[in-house]
């Protein structure tokens, strides 16, 4: 798997960086274990008032899951791409945006989701 290498990529090649991210592929909330997808189709499937794309830093799948931060997330229907190499955080901070959105760990105080209205 090329994955590293491609991590690394978006963090030293800042002329590519818009193209080596169109090649990462995660895990996400919104898929089985071991499914990946890439940013591209993360932006596609946002839902349409949804701003930011939305990851969480893991030692694995099941730590991702069972976050107090994922509730928030998982209640609202929004995806969260799940991060488990150490480069993973490095890697998503130096990129910032994708498409026009930011990219923003569940984790940050940035990272605030819209109460829904009844």
Known sequence: EFGGFIKEGVCTDYQNRS????LLRFESSKL????????EEYVQEMQSEQQEIYYLIAPNRTAAMESPYME???????????CYAQIDEFCM??????KSKNIVG?????AVLKENKD
């Open 106 to 110: 569940i984790e940050s105080s940035t």
């Open 72 to 82: 928030a997330f998982l209640d609202s229907d929004i995806e969260v791409l799940l």
């Open 19 to 22: 193209r080596i991210a169109n």
């Open 32 to 39: 089985g274990e071991k499914q990946k997808k890439s940013l």
């Open 93 to 98: 901070k130096n990129l910032g945006q994708f």
